[in-house]
Nanobody, 124 residues
Framework: QVQLVESGGGLVQAGGSLRLSCVASGRTFSSKAMGWFRQAPGKEREFVAAISWSGGNINYRDSVKGRFTISRDNAKNMVYLQMNSLNPGDTAVYYC?????????????????WGQGTPVTVSS
């Protein structure tokens, strides 16, 4: 089982940037795709971005394309989400997740390990 801990959330003004980090421990995650999801108050959890174990295959939800960048450093067991040009619609708790396989799927049911989440608030 992989344990995940996110950090880097906070309060930022619209147009600002944040970088989220996720550190993995326990069983190696280098063979697994990793993803970021978010859940806004009163809304369903939604896919944000995912990256294959090699980093060569990446998926983003349409609303974050061109603004967010997912990356990983397998040597450090880290996954990152660089978020630029943030807007109030990005306000949510952001979760790091480890997939059961190598494909960076947007399906949350394909992820079997989750972090506790880090809150991001974007003020207008």
């Amino acid at each position: 089982q992989v344990q995940l801990v996110e950090s880097g959330g906070g309060l930022v003004q619209a147009g600002g940037s944040l970088r989220l980090s996720c550190v993995a421990s326990g069983r190696t995650f280098s063979s697994k795709a990793m993803g970021w999801f978010r859940q806004a108050p009163g809304k369903e959890r939604e896919f944000v971005a995912a990256i294959s174990w090699s980093g060569g295959n990446i998926n983003y939800r349409d609303s974050v394309k061109g603004r967010f960048t997912i990356s990983r450093d397998n040597a450090k067991n880290m996954v990152y989400l660089q978020m630029n040009s943030l807007n109030p619609g990005d306000t949510a708790v952001y979760y790091c997740a480890a997939s059961g396989g190598p494909v960076p799927t947007p399906r949350s049911d394909q992820y079997n390990a989750w972090g506790q989440g880090t809150p991001v608030t974007v003020s207008s």
